[in-house]
């Protein structure tokens, strides 16, 4: 007869090895990066309050699998952005923030037009701001294992926010790929740029508009922006014209522009000569024109296309008159 302890010790180790395969590649994921993020500091505690019961979710893959790979014109991408709409509830945001927005300039010297531009061209001025779990929507995309890391890396940074008191479980929601907030910051420009601004003890991107609007202007700060200086302006060039292939990266002397034919929009010449700028047009030759200068860049670390940073600058303009 076989003992109870036999028994046991025999069927023990088999049991484990069957609860070891049984468990999912999802859940083996999940136990990777718990052993990771506590020892990078952050608390078991806090980890498996984020963990607890999470599974994968259909939606954010498909929504990760089926992104529209036809580039909008800049017609298009203009028209959904800079619509009479989004400009009117700028010019509404940027007065019933001036105050705000003044002392935030003083501290930070980036355009208050500029930070409202973003606000509204990200969330539309915090009316929408995505109702998916940040954990959720990072830990799915991460296990999925087509992004080099990117979204495991951003998950652990989540956890770590979470650890600090900053924002609870509940209210850490966003986009389907982890941008959280009004501005829509990842988790890792959370930590590196987001500020409490109002001395709360919290940095609260989601609800407290102060925060908000500073984290933003920190964020271009911290990116090199250029206080006092233009993002860009709209140009006139001369027929048959067409722009160096270089594009935003061939900067010049507004003096060697203006040789081959580029006036300001009015016609008249450039006030500054020595300035460096580059020839954007964003639907090649024959379309509109515009001179960038250096902070059209810093606006494209927020996010790296030419028809966000146009978009963004040009509804700046429109709302600071």
Do not use: C
């Not at 790979?69 to 991408?77: C, D, G, K, L």
Request: glycine share 10%; charged share 20%; net charge neutral.
């Amino acid at each position: 007869m076989i003992s109870r302890r036999s028994f046991t010790a025999t069927a023990l180790p088999i049991m484990l090895a069957a609860a070891a395969r049984a468990e999912t590649p999802f859940a083996a994921f999940l136990a990777d990066v718990r052993a990771e993020a506590i020892a990078g500091g952050i608390t078991p505690a806090t980890v498996d309050r984020a963990f607890a019961g999470l599974r994968p979710n259909a939606k954010v893959l498909a929504l990760d699998s089926h992104q529209p790979e036809v580039t909008q014109s800049w017609e298009r991408y203009r028209a959904s952005r800079l619509s009479d709409q989004r400009v009117v509830a700028g010019r509404k945001a940027m007065q019933a923030n001036r105050g705000t927005l003044t002392e935030i300039n003083r501290r930070y010297g980036v355009d208050p037009g500029v930070i409202v531009a973003i606000w509204g061209v990200e969330t539309s001025f915090g009316g929408f701001t995505g109702g998916f779990s940040v954990i959720e929507a990072l830990a799915t995309l991460a296990a999925d294992g087509r992004h080099n890391g990117f979204f495991r890396t951003e998950l652990v940074s989540a956890l770590h926010i979470l650890d600090s008191g900053d924002i609870t479980l509940s209210r850490m929601t966003g986009s389907y790929a982890g941008a959280m907030g009004q501005p829509q910051f990842m988790p890792s420009s959370y930590l590196a740029y987001a500020v409490d601004f109002d001395g709360t003890g919290r940095r609260d991107i989601w609800g407290t508009r102060n925060d908000v609007l500073a984290s933003i202007a920190n964020y271009l700060a911290k990116s090199g922006w250029r206080p006092g200086e233009p993002w860009g302006q709209p140009i006139r060039v001369p027929n048959g014209f067409a722009v160096d292939r270089n594009g935003r990266d061939d900067r010049r002397p507004l003096a060697a522009w203006s040789q081959l034919g580029i006036t300001r929009l009015d016609g008249s010449a450039f006030s500054q000569p020595n300035v460096l700028g580059a020839v954007v047009m964003p639907d090649g030759a024959g379309g509109e024109a515009f001179m960038t200068y250096a902070n059209f860049g810093v606006i494209r670390v927020y996010n790296p296309s030419d028809l966000y940073a146009l978009s963004v600058g040009l509804l700046a303009s429109q709302i600071s008159g």
